[in-house]
């Protein structure tokens, strides 16, 4: 017997990843709005300054965005056409 869970089914994955993905993504938002205003993912969200300087809330924020993209487009790969 395992001391371990067995991983969680492919269609639960995906859910936490797209969950884990917009919770990231609504922080990153939230940044950009303090540091460029409203329009500030519309001005800057492609730019260098919507990753935000180093140790910065905002690179922080776009990291953990970045991360959860990555995961989020692995898992889905995974779990093929849906």
């Given at each position: 017997m395992s001391a371990y869970p067995p991983p969680p089914a492919e269609p639960d994955r995906l859910r936490i990843?797209?969950?884990a993905l917009a919770a990231a993504d609504r922080?990153?938002?939230a940044e950009m709005h303090r540091n460029f205003g409203p329009d500030g993912v519309l001005v800057h969200g492609y730019s260098p300054e919507g990753q935000g300087g180093l140790g910065t809330a905002l690179?922080?924020?776009y990291?953990?965005?970045r991360v959860a993209v990555a995961?989020?487009?692995h898992e889905r790969r995974?779990?093929?056409p849906v």
């Open positions: 990843t797209e969950a922080s990153w938002r690179r922080r924020s990291e953990a965005r995961l989020w487009r995974r779990a093929g």
